[in-house]
């Protein structure tokens, strides 16, 4: 069963905002620390940049994505780098197939949250892992602003969800950044590998589904299952944004 919603933002997002090879492979080789894998899985693949650059890493690349229009944008970006150690796969990660498993390093960034049962998709990452393998896990960390973000989430998706509306919202935020900026005489804090404020804010206010959790939280998850677990990175890099973190966690040989 794919979850439609979150395919239809996606068939939308990702054709229209590829984001730079350059940056995505610099803070992906920031937070990956090994250099030569066997089989990597991109969990969530998107746009495909991600991929490419792990086919960089491994031998083969599994990219598996609920999107097609995604995927199709991943397979041209795949072409675009002459990689052909990718293969690309329509799967919803909540019902991953059995065969996507034995994995020696797992990808899957900003992506498990956006699922209606992220938990599905993070014990199914878990299981697709090899004993000796490594998760690099980017989740929404939650913070006393969540509510207030999922509030206002909720009222755009509801009702400020035609184009023109949408337009809008998305205007209205890029203006209210601008000015912000220009008055505290800061530069603005636009993500290295997107093109405008307005695809920001849509990736940030119009996803279908959104969890936020505590670094601890998912710690103890990895932990109870088996890996060794460690937070890599709170509140920084790739985005700049101030709400993502990343776990990296290595699955023990008895697990
Ligand atoms: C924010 S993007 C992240 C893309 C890429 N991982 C990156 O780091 O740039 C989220 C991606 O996850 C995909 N996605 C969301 N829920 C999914 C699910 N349940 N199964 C498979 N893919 C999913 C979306 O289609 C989208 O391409």
Redesign the pocket.
């Known amino acids: 069963m794919?979850?439609l919603d979150?395919?239809e933002?996606?068939?939308e997002?990702?054709p229209k905002h590829v984001?730079i090879y350059e940056k995505?492979k610099a803070y992906m080789l920031e937070t990956i620390t090994e250099r030569q894998v066997g089989r990597a899985l991109?969990?969530?693949?998107?746009?495909g940049?991600?991929s490419v650059v792990l086919s960089e890493l491994a031998d083969t690349v599994t990219a598996?994505?609920?999107?097609t229009d995604?995927l199709a944008t991943a397979r041209e970006q795949a072409a675009r780098f002459g990689r052909g150690n990718i293969s690309f796969h329509h799967?919803?990660?909540?019902t991953?197939a059995p065969e996507f498993r034995a994995f020696d390093l797992v990808?899957?960034?900003?992506?498990?949250m956006?699922?209606?049962d992220p938990m599905k998709?993070m014990h199914n990452l878990m299981r697709a892992t090899a004993p000796g393998g490594t998760v690099y896990l980017?989740l929404y960390l939650k913070t006393w602003l969540s509510p207030v973000h999922q509030g206002v989430r909720h009222f755009c998706r509801r009702f400020m969800n035609t184009p023109r509306r949408k337009k809008l919202v998305l205007d209205f935020f890029a203006g209210l950044t601008n000015l912000v900026c220009r008055l505290r005489g800061q530069e603005i804090n636009r993500r290295d590998?997107n093109v405008s404020i307005q695809a920001q804010v849509d990736?940030w206010y119009y996803?279908p589904?959104k969890t936020f959790y505590s670094i601890e939280e998912i710690l103890d998850l990895f932990r109870r299952n088996g890996f060794e677990a460690s937070c890599i990175q709170d509140r920084l890099g790739?985005m700049k944004s101030a709400t993502i973190f990343v776990v990296r966690a290595v699955k023990q040989a008895q697990a």
């Open positions: 794919i979850d979150t395919k933002f996606y068939d997002f990702w984001p995505t991109d969990a969530g693949c998107g746009h940049i991600c598996v994505d609920l999107s995604s799967q919803d990660l909540q991953l990808w899957c960034w900003g992506v498990a956006m699922a209606p998709v980017g590998d990736d996803p589904y790739r």
